[in-house]
């Protein structure tokens, strides 16, 4: 199945939506709860699967489904499609701050392989799988490297990512990063994971005991902000359950509650 061919705009610098135009009859499928806005004649209907495949069958739809229960992924996927008869669009944003990556599938082998929640919407027709890295070392200590997602179709697709994003092109090189710092990557890139140094950098060294390696040539996307990094500054810096305040603003949140009368 062909992908349906669809016009995009990237709205925004470092808080990105992407507004997709759809000529009347196309359809975009977008991860649910993604959509921010949609214009009149757009209609909308949640799914299990990702449509790519018509004749796929229940069953399936249904171990497709599995595999993202199975990894904390929702099971269904909103299709938005233009059932007027001039141009519509429809917008979707991240849930968290960073940027979007277009990527044209057709110029870019078909195949995108990604972070497990870095897809964002792309065309009908495009393919969204759940997929397990079989090596052991990346099994074991890739974090979010273990589970990828896969994107077939050549048509347009969406990805998410945190902070700034960052493309790379190898050419029979070697790039190591962050596990969490991964985007995605193109095929003819070989991804695995390694020990970051000897035992002391290892133990102290704050850069994490693995990093993710990628050889080959391809492109490869990096974030400079993952979601969890944020998360985990985020955690460390809120108030403890005891009530003691932490971080800058912890005098004058102190008087702002006693003000209140909260103290």
């Known amino acids: 199945m062909r992908c349906h061919e669809v016009d995009y705009e990237i709205?925004?610098?470092?808080?990105?939506?992407?507004?997709?135009?759809?000529?009347?009859?196309?359809?975009?499928?977008?991860?649910?709860?993604?959509?921010?806005?949609?214009?009149?004649?757009?209609?909308?209907?949640?799914?299990?699967g990702d449509g790519s495949n018509p004749d796929e069958g229940f069953m399936g739809k249904l171990f497709s489904a599995g595999k993202r229960m199975f990894t904390g992924e929702s099971i269904f996927t909103t299709h938005f499609t233009n059932r007027g008869s001039a141009k519509r669009r429809v917008a979707f944003a991240a849930p968290y701050p960073g940027n979007i990556v277009p990527l044209n599938m057709a110029e870019l082998g078909q195949r995108i392989t990604c972070q497990k929640d870095a897809f964002l919407c792309a065309a009908l027709g495009t393919k969204v799988s759940i997929t397990f890295n079989r090596r052991i070392g990346?099994?074991?200590?890739?974090?979010?490297?273990?589970?990828?997602?896969?994107?077939?179709?050549?048509?347009?697709?969406?990805?998410?990512?945190?902070?700034?994003?960052?493309p790379k092109k190898l050419n029979g090189e070697t790039l190591r990063v962050d596990t969490g710092c991964l985007v995605g990557f193109t095929e003819?890139?070989?991804?695995?994971?390694q020990r970051a140094g000897n035992l002391k950098s290892m133990i102290f060294g704050g850069e994490g005991l693995f990093l993710a390696t990628l050889k080959g040539t391809g492109t490869v996307w990096l974030q400079s902000?993952?979601?969890?990094?944020?998360?985990?500054?985020i955690i460390a810096s809120a108030p403890s359950s005891g009530g003691s305040d932490k971080g800058e603003g912890s005098v004058l949140g102190g008087l702002g509650r006693l003000i209140d009368g909260d103290r």
Request: no cysteine.
């Open 188 to 193: 003819g890139i070989d991804y695995d994971i």
């Open 11 to 48: 709205i925004g610098s470092e808080m990105q939506l992407v507004e997709v135009e759809l000529d009347p009859g196309e359809t975009v499928v977008a991860e649910a709860g993604a959509m921010t806005y949609m214009e009149q004649d757009i209609d909308f209907e949640t799914k299990m």
């Open 225 to 233: 902000l993952p979601f969890s990094r944020m998360a985990d500054r």
């Open 138 to 166: 990346s099994g074991l200590f890739g974090g979010e490297g273990f589970i990828l997602q896969t994107l077939e179709g050549d048509g347009m697709a969406f990805i998410q990512a945190g902070g700034t994003v960052v």
